[in-house]
């Protein structure tokens, strides 16, 4: 059975309602799906000082392969020069 309330989608940052539609200045549309510029930039900071995680397997650096292969470049079988 569905529910007879509209769905009012809210910000994942300060989970504040959105507007259900854009105002004169289109302010919803640009900053979809945050409530604002402040959201949309804490949300980037949150990216990049890496609380977010993708899920998937460990990630091997550059560093970390040719330690593993004993110098060697995985990508030509050359040294790396060690």
């Given at each position: 059975m569905k529910s007879t309330q509209a769905h009012c989608p809210i910000c994942p940052i300060c989970?504040?309602?959105?507007p259900a539609e854009p105002n004169a200045a289109g302010k919803q549309a640009k900053y979809l799906p945050f409530c604002s510029s402040r959201c949309k930039t804490i949300d980037?900071?949150?990216w990049l000082g890496e609380r977010y995680?993708?899920?998937g397997g460990?990630?091997?650096d550059a560093d970390d392969?040719?330690?593993q292969d004993g110098?060697?470049?995985p990508r030509s079988g050359g040294d790396l020069g060690r």
């Open positions: 989970l504040g309602a959105l980037l900071g949150n995680a993708v899920p460990r990630v091997i392969s040719a330690d110098g060697k470049d």
